[in-house]
């Protein structure tokens, strides 16, 4: 089956034009998927020495191209190097175009892409260690591969919800009370209480995979090099059975989410076709207040629900940022700019381009003058609340081994979404929620090989 990635540029086409046309705004005129003059066509470059001073950069982030060429601009001034994009063209992923290059003989020497596919990049081989950016920065460090470091984050986008404000009289909280009121909401308000998505999409896979974690499930055990299924193991197994009954008593309130993606549990809240839905980040918001700005009032964050009694241990933030491509002209060039990338001046506008959507790497940042200026934020503080309030529960699905250890079939699992596969075996294909627990255990398993 193929990998399927979870980049920004799908975030934003999931949740339709509208929302890239309002994130590209925040930039003032940045050109979203831009395909410009400024773009490297595969080839350009040629090889010889050249190579060894343009380092070759691959992005799916045009929507920023305008402060990303003042970044390269000014570290081409003070580096004896220069910077060429490839921005990915629209319908067009990292993945394919990075094959693309590789195939003619031009592989990037730096890629735009999360921690998950990082550390498949260093598993294959691909990847440059790029520790001097990372260690002792304060940075995240997701992809530690026997203390070198593979990926640099610019980025964290923590999952998030929204619920009407109007319909809803309180944040429900809890898996109890979340289906009382979904309940009640689906039988007094004429308007679904929630939603529920399932099939092999990134939006039903990181529910899933969220809801199991708010019911202390450890889906895997182990080391790296030895990491092992235990979503059907003991007490685990009971905790996993549970979740799904509770996405399976929460789907009777809820539009039929097969096969969606974030753009329609949004365009679901934006068409008051339901009251409540899991997304990511403040993207609702920000699609939401292009299409239909009397509704952004109404609206109102939400970490997931938890079962009465549990805490918000674990909370799924996806990492986006960059990694060094090994078999490129220009490897040490390539760490200078990743590292200078992070320290730049414009380095907070750049994650400040998606307010609300995206956040910060590091806590400083978050607490940052420039994100406490920012006037989307500043509209939101309940947003930012709930961020700051559970800062410390950010995690990749990535790292999930022993001790936060990298994990590889959890990165695979999330590659082919297997977790909103189980939720439409349990909802589409009329598994019990024991059954569904054996199936994705199964799945699971045999991604080990």
């Not at 570290?75 to 993945?95: A, C, P």
């Not at 990491?227 to 509770?246: H, K, L, P, S």
């Amino acid at each position: 089956m193929a990998r399927q990635h979870s980049t920004r540029r799908k975030f934003l086409t999931a949740a339709g034009g509208a929302t890239a046309v309002a994130v590209a705004g925040c930039t003032g005129g940045s050109e979203s998927d831009s395909e410009g003059d400024s773009a490297t066509t595969v080839g350009e470059v040629e090889s010889g020495d050249a190579t060894q001073t343009t380092i070759k950069y691959l992005s799916d982030r045009g929507d920023s191209k305008q402060v990303i060429d003042q970044i390269i601009s000014e570290f081409e001034s003070e580096h004896d190097y220069t910077v060429d994009v490839t921005y990915t063209s629209k319908g067009t992923s990292t993945d394919e175009q990075l094959q693309k290059m590789r195939a003619a003989g031009n592989p990037p020497d730096v890629v735009f892409d999360t921690s998950a596919d990082a550390y498949r990049y260093q598993r294959d081989g691909d990847a440059a260690p790029v520790s001097e950016a990372v260690q002792g920065t304060g940075l995240p460090d997701p992809v530690n591969v026997d203390g070198e470091s593979y990926f640099v984050a610019t980025m964290v986008e923590p999952l998030m919800g929204w619920y009407r404000n109007d319909i809803y009289e309180e944040n429900p909280t809890t898996w109890e009370t979340w289906q009382s009121e979904a309940q009640r909401v689906s039988e007094e308000e004429d308007i679904n209480g929630y939603v529920v998505q399932s099939g092999q999409t990134n939006n039903a896979d990181t529910s899933i995979t969220q809801y199991h974690w708010q019911n202390d499930v450890d889906i895997y055990s182990g080391p790296s090099d030895d990491i092992q299924v235990t979503i059907d193991d003991e007490d685990n197994r009971q905790g996993a059975i549970e979740t799904y009954e509770w996405v399976q008593q929460m789907a009777e309130y809820a539009p039929n989410g097969s096969g969606w993606e974030w753009g329609d549990a949004i365009a679901a809240l934006q068409q008051e076709n339901a009251a409540a839905a899991m997304s990511v980040g403040g993207l609702p918001i920000l699609t939401i207040s292009a299409n239909r700005p009397d509704l952004v009032e109404k609206l109102s964050p939400t970490a997931f629900p938890v079962p009465d009694g549990n805490g918000q241990d674990k909370w799924w933030a996806y990492m986006e940022g960059h990694v060094v491509w090994n078999s490129g002209g220009a490897t040490d060039g390539a760490r200078q700019f990743v590292d200078f990338f992070s320290k730049s001046e414009r380095f907070m506008d750049f994650v400040l381009s998606a307010p609300l959507f995206q956040f910060p790497p590091t806590r400083e940042g978050l607490d940052s003058e420039a994100v406490r200026n920012n006037e989307t934020i500043q509209n939101h503080p309940d947003v930012m609340e709930l961020v700051r309030d559970n800062w410390d529960a950010f995690t990749s699905v990535l790292a999930t081994g022993d001790d936060g250890a990298p994990n590889i079939v959890a990165a695979d699992a999330y590659g082919q979404q297997v977790f909103g596969q189980s939720a439409e075996q349990l909802l589409v294909g009329g598994r019990s929620p024991e059954e569904t627990v054996d199936w994705v255990a199964e799945e699971l398993r045999g991604l080990q090989d």
